[in-house]
C-alpha cells in the first residue's frame, strides 16, 4: 500500500538522537534551546516554545488567553478535535462556523456573523497547508478586540503574502506530528506573536512553575546552594514542553526542511497538472489562495457527490493505494451536539465527498505515475 503520508528519515537524524542518548540529558537539553531558537528564526516569530504536541501547543493558548465560563470561541466545524478540546477544557463554548466550500477553510463571511458580545477568540485552521483569508480575519479580529489564534498545525513555513503563517495572530501552533511535513516524531510549538501574553508562557509551560528563571543551565540543573530563592508554583500548566529526542529529531528535520518541501512542491504540482489535463467535472484539487505560499501538505480532492468519492476509495484502495476521507463535522460528533445544533450547510454538504490521496516527499517516480495512472482510469470510467 501506498501511505498517505511518510516521514522523511536518514542518517543525519540518527545522529542527532544518538547524539541524545550519549549525553543522557532527555529533556530541557541542549536540543530544546537550539531547536527553538532555530524555529523563532525559520518563521521570524517573537517567541517560539517547543512542546509535546500541537495538541499541547493549543491548551496553552486557551490558558494564555484565559479562557473562561461563558466565553465564546469561534472555530470551523470542519477541523481536528484538539481545537475544540483546547477550549471546553477551559470551560469556553465552541461557536463552530462553515468553511469555504474550494479552500475547506473557515469562512470570513459566517464568522462575521457570529460574532457576539462574548466572543473572545477566533480559532482559525490552514487546512491543507493552504492559507485561511487570515489578513481579512486579523482586521475583523482586532476591529472587534477579540484573540485570534493560528492552527498552523498542517502550515509550517507557509506564507500568506510575505508572512509566515502562524505568525499573524496573536498565537500560532504548528504540529511535528509523523504526519506532517516536518516530523518529531510526536511534538508541536507554540508561537506566540503577542507581547502581552509573554509573561505567563515559560510558567506555563513548566508545570505553572517560575522554574526557567532559576534553572538556565541545562547541563547543571540545579540551583546554587547561597541561592536565597526557589522555583514554586506560580500559574496553572501542566507537562508541556517536548523531550530531547523529539527536539534533536525536529532539529535535524529543519535543517533538512528546503530540500524536503522542494520535494512535496515539486509532487503537488505534478498531481496538479495531471488534473488540470483532465478538464474533469467528476471532481476538483483543492489549491493556495493567490499571493500565498502553501506548504503543500496534503493532496485533497473534492468529488462531485458522495458516490464517486466512496467509489474512488474503494478503485484507489483495491490497486494498494491509500486513499481517505478525513474530518467528521465537529458539530455533528456526538459530544459537539452538547454544543451546538448549527446548521452549516457547506460543511454538511461536503465533508463525505473530500478525499485525501499519498503525498510525501520520499515518494517514487513508479508510486507517483501509478497514483496518476489510476485517477486517470476513475475519471475514464
Known amino acids: 500500500m501506498i501511505p498517505i503520508t511518510k516521514p522523511s528519515l536518514d542518517n543525519s537524524?540518527?545522529?542527532?538522537?544518538?547524539?541524545?542518548?550519549?549525553?543522557?540529558?532527555?529533556?530541557?537539553?541542549?536540543?530544546?534551546?537550539?531547536?527553538?531558537?532555530?524555529?523563532?528564526?525559520?518563521?521570524?516569530?517573537?517567541?517560539?516554545?517547543?512542546?509535546?504536541?500541537?495538541?499541547?501547543?493549543?491548551?496553552?493558548?486557551?490558558?494564555?488567553?484565559?479562557?473562561?465560563?461563558?466565553?465564546?470561541?469561534?472555530?470551523?466545524?470542519?477541523?481536528?478535535?484538539?481545537?475544540?478540546?483546547?477550549?471546553?477544557?477551559?470551560?469556553?463554548?465552541?461557536?463552530?462556523?462553515?468553511?469555504?466550500?474550494?479552500?475547506?477553510?473557515?469562512?470570513?463571511?459566517?464568522?462575521?456573523?457570529?460574532?457576539?458580545?462574548?466572543?473572545?477568540?477566533?480559532?482559525?485552521?490552514?487546512?491543507?497547508?493552504?492559507?485561511?483569508?487570515?489578513?481579512?480575519?486579523?482586521?475583523?479580529?482586532?476591529?472587534?478586540?477579540?484573540?485570534?489564534?493560528?492552527?498552523?498545525?498542517?502550515?509550517?513555513?507557509a506564507k500568506s503574502k510575505?508572512?509566515?503563517?502562524?505568525?499573524?495572530?496573536?498565537?500560532?501552533?504548528?504540529?511535528?506530528?509523523?504526519t506532517k511535513n516536518l516530523v518529531a516524531g510526536q511534538g508541536g510549538c507554540i508561537s506566540i506573536n503577542n507581547t502581552s501574553l509573554l509573561k505567563r508562557a515559560n510558567s506555563i509551560l513548566d508545570k505553572g512553575t517560575d522554574r526557567k528563571k532559576f534553572i538556565k543551565n541545562f547541563k547543571n540543573k540545579i540551583i546554587k546552594s547561597n541561592n536565597k530563592k526557589f522555583y514554586s508554583w506560580v500559574d496553572i500548566g501542566s507537562e508541556y514542553r517536548a523531550?530531547?529526542?523529539?527536539?534533536?529529531?525536529?532539529?535535524?528535520?529543519?535543517?533538512?526542511?528546503?530540500?524536503?518541501?522542494?520535494?512535496?512542491?515539486?509532487?503537488?504540482?505534478?498531481f496538479y497538472k495531471c488534473i488540470l489535463d483532465l478538464k474533469t467535472e467528476k471532481f476538483f484539487l483543492i489549491k493556495p489562495l493567490a499571493k500565498s505560499t502553501s506548504a503543500y501538505h496534503l493532496f485533497v480532492l473534492i468529488f462531485k457527490n458522495s458516490k464517486l468519492s466512496h467509489k474512488f476509495k474503494s478503485k484507489m484502495q483495491k490497486s494498494n493505494i491509500a486513499a481517505t476521507f478525513h474530518y467528521v463535522p465537529l458539530h455533528k460528533s456526538k459530544m459537539g451536539k452538547k454544543f451546538s445544533n448549527s446548521k452549516l450547510p457547506v460543511?454538511?454538504?461536503?465533508?463525505?465527498?473530500?478525499?485525501?490521496?499519498?503525498?510525501?516527499?520520499?515518494?517514487?517516480?513508479?508510486?507517483?505515475?501509478?497514483?496518476?495512472?489510476?485517477?486517470k482510469e476513475f475519471n475514464y470510467e
Open 13 to 157: 537524524d540518527y545522529k542527532h538522537i544518538k547524539k541524545v542518548l550519549k549525553s543522557k540529558i532527555l529533556t530541557d537539553g541542549y536540543f530544546q534551546q537550539k531547536t527553538e531558537i532555530l524555529l523563532k528564526k525559520s518563521i521570524k516569530s517573537k517567541f517560539v516554545a517547543l512542546t509535546h504536541s500541537c495538541t499541547a501547543a493549543l491548551e496553552i493558548s486557551a490558558i494564555l488567553i484565559n479562557l473562561k465560563r461563558n466565553d465564546e470561541v469561534i472555530m470551523p466545524s470542519y477541523g481536528f478535535v484538539s481545537v475544540a478540546n483546547a477550549v471546553v477544557l477551559r470551560g469556553a463554548k465552541p461557536i463552530f462556523a462553515d468553511i469555504n466550500p474550494f479552500t475547506l477553510n473557515i469562512s470570513y463571511d459566517d464568522i462575521q456573523k457570529k460574532i457576539t458580545k462574548r466572543t473572545k477568540a477566533i480559532y482559525v485552521i490552514h487546512y491543507a497547508g493552504n492559507s485561511c483569508e487570515i489578513e481579512k480575519i486579523s482586521r475583523l479580529a482586532k476591529k472587534n478586540k477579540i484573540y485570534l489564534v493560528e492552527d498552523s498545525a498542517h502550515a509550517f513555513l
Open 162 to 178: 510575505n508572512r509566515f503563517l502562524g505568525t499573524i495572530g496573536d498565537i500560532g501552533v504548528f504540529s511535528f506530528h509523523e
Open 243 to 270: 523531550s530531547e529526542l523529539a527536539s534533536a529529531l525536529l532539529y535535524s528535520q529543519i535543517l533538512k526542511a528546503k530540500n524536503i518541501q522542494k520535494k512535496r512542491k515539486y509532487l503537488w504540482n505534478k
Open 347 to 375: 460543511t454538511e454538504n461536503i465533508y463525505d465527498r473530500i478525499v485525501r490521496l499519498p503525498l510525501f516527499p520520499d515518494m517514487t517516480k513508479k508510486e507517483a505515475n501509478k497514483i496518476m495512472k489510476n485517477i
